[in-house]
């Protein structure tokens, strides 16, 4: 499944990838967690209703990767990283618990599965650093391969470490010097012919999407988790408990409804297994 062929319109499809890139869509994992995570009100309570079922959600952990021929392989997110439910600990691996794992939704293994390896990656593209997503940036520690992280993201994930504001969604680990931060400002980043950065605060301050321009099946825009589900897209429905900026949500909800009209775009929501498992994954590549 490719995008649809819907009318486009405004500048938003100038920036298009050159003849010969690829895209792989990786599934390295599954969770499992309770709704009220993610959709406003989920599981709510009322006085005729004091004890409503409390639904649980199955999710993907996704990431990205684009053979790119100027740029070479750049990779969108990184995933849990490796042994992430010893890693990150109780309460933490009960709550977001992995099921369904085979050793084959490892990251390294994944991007194997598109005939390339991991130690390959020239660049990586970070939509935000919460555990779930920049867990594998433990295979760029001691490297050159610039992070792509938009400022204020970095600032407010290691002031949250730091101060332990936020520590939790966002830990040590995953916050060390020995990777080569690359800091990109504003709210909108031409990163490569063909690759768009937006700046989508509201889940975090510094949550960017990734729009991606291919000649055959489109536009594709994958918004990591600015929408954790379809629901939060389509329904409008903002975030639950994992919510922080709402009044920011709201503003970067309207500027993603607007580039996926004007693009008509394949939306990948950061964890949607209903909407990632319509469209095919490595070692299918989408051009």
């Not at 819907?6 to 050159?18: E, I």
């Not at 922080?244 to 964890?271: A, E, Y």
Request: net charge negative.
């Amino acid at each position: 499944m490719s995008a649809s062929t819907g009318t486009k319109f405004g500048l938003d499809n100038v920036n298009q990838a050159p003849e010969g890139t690829k895209m792989w869509l990786l599934h390295c994992g599954n969770l499992e967690a309770d709704d009220g995570f993610f959709l406003r009100g989920g599981g709510t309570s009322t006085l005729s209703n004091p004890n409503p079922p409390h639904a649980r959600r199955k999710l993907v952990v996704i990431s990205v990767l684009i053979e790119h021929p100027t740029e070479g392989l750049i990779l969108f997110e990184t995933g849990t990283g490796k042994d992430y439910p010893e890693v990150w600990g109780a309460p933490l691996n009960d709550i977001f618990a992995q099921v369904d794992y085979s050793p084959e939704q490892e990251l390294t293994a994944q991007i194997a599965k598109t005939g390339h390896d991991i130690k390959d990656v020239k660049a990586v593209i970070m939509g935000h650093l919460h555990l779930d997503h920049a867990g594998g940036l433990e295979h760029f520690r001691g490297t050159e391969v610039p992070i792509y992280v938009h400022e204020a993201e970095l600032k407010h994930a290691f002031y949250s470490v730091a101060s332990k504001s936020d520590l939790g969604v966002y830990l040590p680990k995953d916050l060390t010097f020995d990777v080569n931060w690359t800091p990109f400002h504003g709210d909108f980043l031409e990163l490569a012919p063909g690759i768009n950065i937006r700046h989508a605060p509201g889940h975090t301050p510094g949550l960017c999407i990734m729009q991606v321009n291919l000649r055959e099946s489109g536009t594709w825009i994958f918004t990591t988790d600015q929408y954790h589900v379809e629901e939060n897209f389509y329904a409008s429905v903002p975030q639950g408990w994992l919510a922080r900026d709402h009044d920011d949500w709201v503003r970067s909800h309207q500027m993603i409804k607007g580039l996926q009209k004007r693009t008509n775009g394949t939306m990948v929501f950061g964890h949607c297994a209903k909407t990632f498992f319509k469209y095919q994954s490595a070692p299918h590549a989408y051009s």
